[in-house]
């Protein structure tokens, strides 16, 4: 993966010869006065306006421009006008090169070269030199552009004005940054030069593009420090445009990739984070958001986080494939960047499926590495079909010769070798496939086989737990027998106490109703006092296991619940009085009528206003109050009654309002 890295960092080197400011050179003449002169001139003048015209419209209107060099064309031939011939075909070959068009592109700028070497010097042949030298850059390789790229220098450093002369400048520097060995001196030489063509003051884009190609000089002879110092500089200059302000921010990160460390990696990521930041204000900023992924994805890989790693390629290759998909040659400042991004995305693609296939590797998904790639070498195969395609249009269109026919032919071999070995490729590839599909069912089986055991296990553990709740089901039934025993119990014993306490109330009462001595009279009184209390308590508890039994049952009648309330409060006065504590009764209606069971009623009263004496001290307020004015709620069958004290001097914690939560009647 390393040296895959390293081959990136030196193909977006080749590359970027893109943004080169290489002017696609349009006269900026008003089309509709030129229109107007048609009618009017004759002859030459006549196949001059028709070239001034073609060349003013071609960026609005191709097919207008392609016919008015045409009508030049026809027009010189007949006048026998040689400059107007070739500028004819020059602007016919601007044209097609508009409509993305190579091969009458390159045939029809030949012809204007061949014409303009054999009249008077003029800058429109250093131009045409120049357009086919980059056609031959891009699709013959660097070797081939020096012959008619020194014609061009040659020309235009003669009679050019500043802007041939910049452009021109420009395209030596990057010329001698990609040649091997590199030669700094000489990049610096032309680029200084190129900025003496300029104004520096307003034309900042243009000095920026210099010192980016100074420091992409420098990252080549690994003197990382001045490569940084230089794309740094042009990056601090005022009003670029965006397209070379991201090319700055991706050049600044892959030098840190360079240095190798984790901070510089770090470095480099903070930077092509701003470089995502950059709006897509033009197709070039767009296009640069492919590589930029490409870079992140080959930094997770490095560090070993390989899913991130895939999700920053699939991005990478989303935008390449929405890129290619939209990309119109006439939209680019000059349209050879164009033609040059959609050439360079198409080799990317391969390298970002290469580098899931790799991920997926690392992540042990052969099935997902198999296809990624499948596809890498498809999409190489793409390219190097198009690539030699190109090749063979232009050697074409400057075939003149049997020395070029036999290039085609052993070109169209090579195709043809290739096609072959893609052939045997894909058999490789389809055995391999095979080979991975058995081991996937091997690792299939050995799955099924780990996972019947568990559902075996799963299955012991559900019988363990069955038997477990089994066992607890046996423990409840147990309790419950114990709870009906201990009920039992209680009622018998309750009868066992209320039948001898019986025979000691009656003779008490009788004695009490006999005696007249106060003295032994008040000791009985005492006396029976206690035994009711033992009475009540023995009820109580035979109470509580007709409950626990389910066998409580009410015994319902209609009583005015105010007046039995009112009733009963009044019988603790005297209570109140001797503890001092003021008893108040409030009802918001005179009279309720409801069913109610009065025993267990008169209960409930006695517990609730005992333990408002118990919880007020003494001065306190006991005071028994009905819930909402008394109301009997109907609608949900229940009625609900509140006794509470007040504690105004003895505050212990106790509750200070006491609610009856169980339904006691029925309207």
Not at 24 to 42: E, M, Y
Not at 141 to 158: D, F, Q, R
Not at 225 to 231: D, M, P, S
Not at 464 to 480: F, I, Q
Request: proline share 3%; with cysteine; net charge neutral.
């Amino acid at each position: 993966m390393k040296v895959k890295s390293v081959f990136i960092c030196l193909f977006l080197l080749l590359a970027s010869i893109a943004h080169a400011q290489v002017k696609f050179h349009v006269k900026k003449l008003n089309a509709d006065s030129l229109a107007a002169l048609l009618p009017v001139k004759t002859g030459t003048e006549k196949a001059d306006v028709l070239n001034l015209l073609s060349n003013v419209i071609c960026r609005n209107d191709i097919d207008s421009s392609i016919n008015l060099a045409n009508q030049a064309i026809v027009l010189s031939e007949k006048l026998d006008y040689q400059k107007g011939l070739a500028d004819g075909y020059h602007n016919l070959g601007n044209g097609y090169f508009l409509h993305d068009n190579l091969q009458p592109t390159i045939a029809n700028y030949l012809k204007a070269c061949r014409i303009y070497e054999d009249i008077e010097p003029c800058v429109e042949y250093g131009r045409c030199c120049l357009q086919i030298a980059l056609l031959n850059y891009f699709t013959r390789g660097p070797e081939e552009s020096p012959p008619y790229l020194n014609k061009a220098v040659k020309t235009i450093y003669s009679i050019g004005g500043k802007e041939d002369k910049y452009s021109i400048s420009f395209v030596m520097s990057h010329t001698h940054k990609v040649i091997y060995p590199p030669k700094p001196d000489s990049i610096i030489y032309y680029g200084l030069k190129g900025i003496s063509y300029i104004d520096t003051v307003v034309d900042h884009n243009e000095v920026a593009f210099v010192y980016s190609d100074f420091g992409e000089g420098y990252l080549l002879l690994s003197d990382l420090t001045k490569a940084l110092f230089w794309f740094t500089k042009a990056l601090k200059l005022h009003l670029i445009t965006d397209d070379l302000k991201i090319t700055l921010l991706t050049n600044i990160a892959r030098t840190h990739l360079v240095f190798n460390t984790e901070k510089h990696t770090s470095e480099a990521i903070f930077y092509l984070q701003k470089a995502m930041e950059v709006p897509d204000t033009c197709v070039g900023v767009f296009g640069q958001k492919a590589v930029i992924y490409q870079m992140l994805g080959s930094i997770s890989y490095n560090k070993g986080h390989y899913k991130e790693a895939i999700n920053f390629y699939r991005q990478g290759i989303q935008i390449a494939e929405e890129r290619l998909s939209s990309l119109i040659i006439n939209e680019y400042a000059d349209p050879i960047h164009g033609y040059n991004y959609r050439y360079h995305i198409k080799y990317n693609r391969p390298l970002m499926y290469m580098g899931i296939y790799e991920s997926f590797l690392k992540l042990g998904r052969h099935d997902k590495a198999l296809e990624y790639y499948i596809l890498s070498k498809q999409k190489a195969d793409e390219v190097f079909l198009e690539q030699n395609q190109n090749l063979i249009t232009m050697l074409e269109a400057v075939s003149i010769d049997e020395k070029n026919k036999s290039q085609l032919e052993l070109l169209a071999s090579e195709n043809e070798m290739h096609k072959l070995r893609v052939s045997q490729s894909r058999t490789y590839l389809i055995v391999m496939g095979g080979f991975i599909l058995v081991i996937i069912l091997i690792a299939y089986l050995l799955v099924r086989q780990r996972r019947v055991r568990a559902e075996h296990n799963i299955i012991l553990r559900e019988q363990k737990l069955m038997h477990e709740l089994e066992l607890k089901n046996v423990e409840s039934e147990k309790l419950k027998e114990l709870d009906q025993l201990k009920s039992q119990f209680f009622a018998n014993i309750s009868h066992e106490f209320r039948t001898p306490l019986t025979l000691i109330m009656r003779p008490l009462e009788k004695l009490l109703s006999n005696i007249d001595d106060d003295r032994h009279k008040k000791d009985l009184v005492v006396a029976k006092k206690y035994a009711g209390k033992l009475q009540i308590l023995i009820n109580n508890l035979l109470t509580i296991s007709k409950i626990e039994s389910g066998k409580m049952q009410l015994h319902a009648s209609e009583t005015d619940v105010v007046k039995l309330c009112r009733n009963y409060t009044n019988a603790f006065e005297s209570l109140a009085k001797q503890k001092n504590i003021a008893l108040t009764f409030n009802s918001f209606s005179n009279e309720i009528k409801a069913y109610i069971d009065t025993e267990k009623f008169e209960q409930i009263l006695n517990n609730l206003l005992s333990n408002a004496f118990k919880f007020t001290g003494e001065g306190g307020t006991a005071s028994p109050k009905r819930s909402e004015g008394g109301k009997v709620k109907v609608e949900v069958g229940s009625l609900q009654y509140t006794v509470g004290s007040s504690l105004s001097d003895d505050n212990r914690g106790t509750p200070s309002d006491f609610r009856l939560p169980a339904p006691l009647a029925r309207a």
